[in-house]
């Protein structure tokens, strides 16, 4: 395996980690997540390109920052991005990744969302995340918000053959960093409640991959199909034994997916993915 060059900046903005060589890829997580759960995904996909991590305001490393509204938190990750992008953004992430598309179009070459939805918050007939489950998480995080990141991440897993092994995968990461601060996470829940890009999704003209689990209780699948019409030109796949994190559960399909959809001909991940589960 060739060797992979890596740097990492910390200050004065958000913490970002740098590996590898070739077409920049930016990976984004997800609500009260860092960039530590991308490790194994770095580690294959750094061999082809050249893969920019970071930790959004108030996350792991970037956790002495915070952030007011997504065009606060845009700014800043925007502020230590490159020039231009294939943007890769998981759950928070993929919202954050669609409002730089949809603002700052020049700034991404190609769009690719994991288990994300344009509107996470269930209305009417819009399938989601319940309001009173959200607004569940907004009350308990004032009362023992490390308890309410546990909680989340088991949701996040519900419904997947390897729920107990991603659950670990994901407290291993988050516990690898630093503790998210209480504000940010505020916000962040904010963002899921109230955002809604559903009518401006027509607007985005780079190619665009939105990847799905057939098990997520927070995206439900069927948001696919929902998403297909209102963004015709988008492309989409369903990972079959998956719920909110494919990018853990099947990582090879992941790995594949994303290659794929980027255009690179080398092959990722088989070896990685063995030698990652011996």
């Given at each position: 395996?060739?060797?992979?060059?890596?740097?990492?900046?910390?200050?004065?903005?958000?913490?970002?980690?740098?590996?590898?060589?070739?077409?920049?890829?930016v990976l984004v997580h997800g609500?009260?997540?860092?960039?530590?759960?991308?490790?194994?995904?770095?580690?294959?996909?750094?061999?082809?390109?050249?893969?920019?991590?970071?930790?959004?305001p108030g996350f792991g490393h970037?956790?002495?920052?915070?952030?007011?509204?997504?065009?606060?938190?845009?700014?800043?990750?925007?502020?230590?991005?490159?020039?231009?992008?294939?943007?890769?953004?998981?759950?928070?992430?993929?919202?954050?990744?669609?409002?730089?598309?949809?603002?700052?179009?020049?700034?991404?070459?190609?769009?690719?969302?994991?288990?994300?939805?344009?509107?996470?918050?269930?209305?009417?007939?819009?399938?989601?995340?319940?309001?009173?489950?959200?607004?569940?998480?907004?009350?308990?995080?004032?009362?023992?918000?490390?308890?309410?990141?546990?909680?989340?991440?088991?949701?996040?897993?519900?419904?997947?053959?390897?729920?107990?092994?991603?659950?670990?995968?994901?407290?291993?990461?988050?516990?690898?960093?630093?503790?998210?601060?209480?504000?940010?996470?505020?916000?962040?829940?904010?963002?899921?409640?109230?955002?809604?890009?559903?009518?401006?999704?027509?607007?985005?003209?780079?190619?665009?991959?939105?990847?799905?689990?057939?098990?997520?209780?927070?995206?439900?699948?069927?948001?696919?199909?929902?998403?297909?019409?209102?963004?015709?030109?988008?492309?989409?796949?369903?990972?079959?034994?998956?719920?909110?994190?494919?990018?853990?559960?099947?990582?090879?399909?992941?790995?594949?997916?994303?290659?794929?959809?980027?255009?690179?001909?080398?092959?990722?991940?088989?070896?990685?993915?063995?030698?990652?589960?011996?």
């Amino acid at each position: 395996m060739n060797k992979v060059q890596q740097s990492e900046s910390k200050q004065p903005g958000l913490f970002w980690q740098v590996s590898g060589q070739g077409q920049d890829l930016v990976l984004v997580h997800g609500w009260g997540m860092n960039g530590a759960v991308w490790q194994q995904s770095v580690d294959a996909l750094s061999q082809h390109y050249r893969v920019h991590v970071v930790d959004l305001p108030g996350f792991g490393h970037s956790h002495h920052t915070e952030f007011i509204g997504m065009e606060d938190l845009t700014k800043q990750v925007l502020e230590g991005a490159p020039q231009q992008a294939i943007w890769l953004g998981w759950s928070l992430g993929g919202l954050v990744a669609t409002h730089i598309a949809l603002n700052h179009p020049q700034r991404v070459s190609k769009l690719i969302t994991v288990a994300s939805s344009p509107k996470f918050a269930a209305q009417k007939s819009w399938r989601g995340i319940q309001p009173k489950v959200l607004n569940a998480f907004t009350e308990q995080l004032v009362d023992n918000f490390q308890l309410t990141i546990e909680r989340f991440m088991a949701l996040q897993a519900m419904g997947s053959p390897s729920a107990r092994q991603d659950v670990k995968q994901l407290k291993q990461a988050v516990l690898s960093r630093p503790t998210p601060n209480p504000t940010s996470l505020l916000s962040g829940l904010n963002l899921l409640g109230d955002l809604d890009y559903r009518h401006r999704l027509s607007e985005l003209t780079m190619p665009m991959l939105r990847l799905y689990g057939r098990l997520d209780g927070l995206v439900p699948v069927k948001v696919a199909n929902d998403v297909d019409s209102l963004n015709p030109r988008s492309q989409s796949h369903v990972f079959s034994a998956s719920s909110h994190a494919p990018f853990m559960t099947e990582f090879e399909s992941f790995c594949e997916q994303v290659q794929r959809f980027i255009g690179s001909e080398a092959t990722l991940c088989n070896s990685m993915s063995i030698n990652n589960n011996a």
